[in-house]
């Protein structure tokens, strides 16, 4: 039965480890693929305009600034008042250290593709043209945390419903969007297109525009508790897409084309998102903090803190020219996982959304951590 329900875990951001030895830095056990490294190996250091991420930076102590490990950077972070890149430069390099992130091969290189926050348009109601619901959280959700009983599970949650006295997986995609409607009265909103309701599901949060010229915001409730599948991937085997075509556009484009079909295609996913409004009218990341275009990376939280610095070295998806600056990890998101493996904010609407579709190339990134803080003394990285 456990077996059974592990299919439908979700993983939940991690609680950032303990902090790190001052002189010799050190690296926990559970985090072997952190590699110490010199901030010489960060290719662009001293390139990247600093002061474009100081205004985020300083938001983030407000939340980082809490946990022991991160106290004194952030409390440095707030006496300073930078004039240009070159102080908040020699900031990092003061209070960090740099540890490059590798995959369980070694490979320093993962994917790096893009999300971003969609404009849909929206109604309060259903209306002609706005058939496909967003939905809240439905009260018979269950959350289940079994990590009094195996701890070996901390961090996951099941997710199902009771069904008489048992409890069962909760409805998957294909079930919440049939014609049995089981989520019926529970709609937050209406929206007009189920391909743009299908990749909001994706990128966690968005934008709704309603007829009387408001724009609200909506971000991620909760979800029903199976892992993500790539439609795209469906397309490629069906030979609908080559490899090499592959992008948000493309499937878009593929469902408009094929409205039939859709349907099919969105249940190869059975992952369902739901949602709740926020009052802020920037999207908000993992951490309750607005993330920022072209500064706010996904990344996977097992493989480095949330809310922690990371420095990317990747290809712009405009021009292929290098993009090599410093992020803040702000977010997490259903098919990032891996040590090398993260999601490039571009920002909200039509333009953004066309970036980040065609955000797919190799990278790598390097985690910035305290210095003067311990984290493992018992723990060396491998060099």
């Not at 018979?140 to 009094?148: E, F, K, N, R």
């Not at 493309?250 to 992952?271: C, K, M, T, V």
Request: glycine residues 10%; hydrophobic residues 40%; contains cysteine.
């Amino acid at each position: 039965m456990l077996v059974f329900w592990l299919a439908g875990c979700a993983q939940q951001p991690a609680v950032p480890p303990a902090p790190c030895v001052p002189t010799q830095p050190v690296a926990p056990a559970v985090e072997r693929h952190l590699q110490a490294r010199d901030w010489s190996d960060l290719p662009g250091w001293g390139t990247d305009n600093l002061l474009a991420i100081w205004p985020a930076w300083l938001r983030e102590c407000d939340v980082m600034g809490h946990k022991p490990a991160w106290q004194t950077a952030c409390r440095a972070a707030r006496q300073l008042q930078p004039d240009n890149s070159s102080q908040i430069q020699e900031y990092f390099q003061h209070w960090f250290v740099v540890w490059q992130s590798l995959a369980a091969d070694g490979n320093a290189a993962g994917l790096i593709t893009g999300y971003y926050t969609p404009l849909l348009q929206g109604r309060l109601t259903r209306q002609p043209g706005f058939t496909v619901p967003l939905y809240a959280p439905p009260p018979d959700l269950l959350t289940i945390d079994l990590t009094s009983i195996y701890p070996a599970l901390k961090g996951m949650r099941l997710r199902g419903r009771l069904q008489g006295n048992q409890v069962v997986p909760y409805y998957d995609r294909a079930a919440i969007d049939g014609e049995s409607h089981p989520l019926a009265g529970h709609e937050l909103v209406w929206v007009d297109d189920a391909v743009d309701a299908f990749f909001l599901q994706i990128q966690g949060s968005g934008r709704i525009a309603l007829p009387d010229g408001r724009e609200l915001t909506i971000g991620y409730a909760d979800q029903n508790g199976y892992p993500y599948q790539a439609i795209g991937r469906v397309l490629v085997e069906q030979g609908a897409l080559k490899p090499d075509q592959l992008s948000m556009q493309a499937i878009r484009d593929w469902g408009r084309a094929h409205p039939s079909r859709l349907p099919e295609l969105l249940n190869h996913n059975p992952s369902y998102v739901f949602f709740r409004w926020l009052p802020a009218r920037q999207p908000l990341g993992a951490l309750g903090l607005p993330v920022v275009a072209q500064r706010s990376l996904a990344i996977d939280p097992r493989a480095m803190p949330l809310g922690a610095p990371v420095w990317i070295s990747t290809t712009s998806p405009e021009t292929g020219t290098p993009l090599q600056q410093l992020m803040l990890a702000h977010d997490t998101g259903g098919a990032i996982r891996g040590n090398v493996r993260a999601d490039f904010y571009f920002g909200i609407g039509n333009e953004a959304g066309e970036q980040a579709g065609r955000m797919k190339a190799q990278g790598s990134l390097w985690v910035l951590l305290p210095k003067g803080d311990t984290r493992d003394a018992g723990s060396q990285p491998t060099q």
